[in-house]
């Protein structure tokens, strides 16, 4: 099964981004059959720029592999196999900034308005591209359902759905026995998720004795850090000897507790293991990692050894023999992650091609929607097993695998098999 979010790396770019609440609405629909021809299908692919100036200005340093490339060798196979119901597809590729909220706004009004594609693939957020009623497979950080027509279909479930699993599946492993729980979340954004983990944990009938949200000024380290430090001094005082961190919380408590050196340090769980990987790659004291259990919907050493995926990784080379493409290795830092465009074009695409096909020649917003949610037991590159979707659930669930840090290897190792909530 596809990870929640491929790009592992995504946690550090969404740091340097303030959110895209402020993408401005649609003035008006669009039309349901946007970007679809007798013979064509638009796609938009609005892919995160780690090449961006702005971006190196903060020292950042990413080698995602050359996505552009990843995504035209697979699109001109698809094409020479006869497209898509004798559609051929037409992509709109464009690199985006991560830095601030205006070049993802630029890129949702390019493709969906100006270049006017039928569907987007695996953009950062997929929120823009809805609310122009332009369907999205595989955005980054899965949407959960749309208020609109529209919908994001990912092989990831959002927090919403993935977290009751994740902690049903740790509290059957033990992890919350004889605890008393404190909840942190590292973000005012986080509070939702906050509420509903809580609640989640209620239904589980495991103690949670305290909560509390940093925050402090997004930026301000010095703010963030004293908060931290008062955080800590509650939940000392409450009695919690186990804290569960929320969203963004599960980068933001280990990097708190380093820079304070702080002398509590309870055994933790992160529910979002791409927050948590992000901590790994940083400058965090692995004694503040030691000690946590998260999961993932996949191991990803399994996900790049899939046989799919390999066969991705064959057509890619075929047509871009310069391209490098590393295999995947936990150890490797995000300089040398160059299997990611694979990872991202390969699986999104597939499922892209396995949707459309479904919802046959009239291919409108509403028959690619409702052969989405009729998808059962479909194997994309990268699964464990095969995905399925159902109505008004545009992702699939699967099982978890478990996975904590290893200070040897200073990465996360996940485990073999996957267990069920």
């Known amino acids: 099964m596809m990870n929640r979010n491929l790009l592992v790396s995504a946690v550090l770019l969404a740091a340097v981004m303030v959110g895209t609440s402020g993408v401005p609405r649609a003035s008006a629909a669009l039309s349901a059959s946007q970007g679809v021809t007798a013979t064509t299908i638009r796609i938009g692919i609005p892919y995160v720029d780690v090449d961006a100036a702005p971006l190196r200005a903060l020292g950042v340093s990413i080698n995602f592999g050359n996505v552009p490339d990843a995504f035209n060798a697979l699109i001109d196979n698809i094409n020479a196999h006869g497209g ?21 706004a630029t890129a949702c009004t390019q493709l969906t308005e100006d270049d006017a594609v039928f569907v987007v693939i695996a953009p950062l957020q997929a929120t823009c591209y809805l609310e122009h009623n332009v369907p999205v497979v595989g955005s980054i950080y899965p949407s959960g359902n749309s208020p609109t027509a529209a919908q994001d279909f990912s092989p990831t479930a959002p927090a919403v759905a993935l977290d009751p699993l994740e902690l049903s599946v740790f509290d059957k492993q033990g992890v919350f026995r004889h605890k008393k729980v404190a909840l942190f979340g590292g973000d005012s954004a986080d509070e939702p998720e906050l509420a509903a983990v809580q609640s989640d944990l209620a239904k589980l009938h495991i103690p949670v004795v305290t909560t509390a949200v940093d925050t402090a000024p997004q930026g301000d380290q010095a703010a963030e850090n004293a908060q931290i430090a008062s955080i800590v001094q509650r939940f000392k005082s409450d009695s919690a000897d186990e804290v569960v961190a929320v969203g963004t919380g ?93 990872e991202e074009a390969c699986p999104y695409l597939a499922l892209f091609d396995d949707i459309a096909t479904a919802a046959g020649k009239n291919l409108t917003v509403s028959s690619f929607v409702h052969a989405g949610y009729g998808l059962r037991g479909v194997v994309i590159p990268g699964s464990s097993e095969p995905i399925s979707f159902g109505p008004n659930r545009p992702y699939a669930l699967d099982p978890i695998y478990m996975a904590h840090y290893d200070p040897s290897t200073k990465a996360v190792v996940y485990a073999n098999t996957p267990v069920t909530g």
């Open 84 to 104: 898509i119901n004798g559609r051929k597809i037409v992509p709109y590729i464009v690199a985006v900034n991560p830095v601030g909220t205006a070049p993802a």
């Open 250 to 342: 599960a980068a933001v408590w280990p990097e708190g507790l380093t820079a304070n050196q702080s002398t509590y340090n309870p055994p933790w769980v992160a529910t979002n293991e791409e927050d948590f990987n992000g901590a790994v790659g940083a400058v965090d004291d692995p004694a503040y990692l030691s000690n946590v259990v998260t999961a993932s919907p996949l191991n990803p050493t399994e996900l790049w050894n899939n046989a799919g995926m390999q066969r991705c990784v064959h057509i890619i080379k075929a047509a871009y023999p310069s391209d490098q493409i590393r295999a995947f290795n936990a150890a490797l830092p995000e300089s040398e992650e160059t299997w990611t465009a694979v």
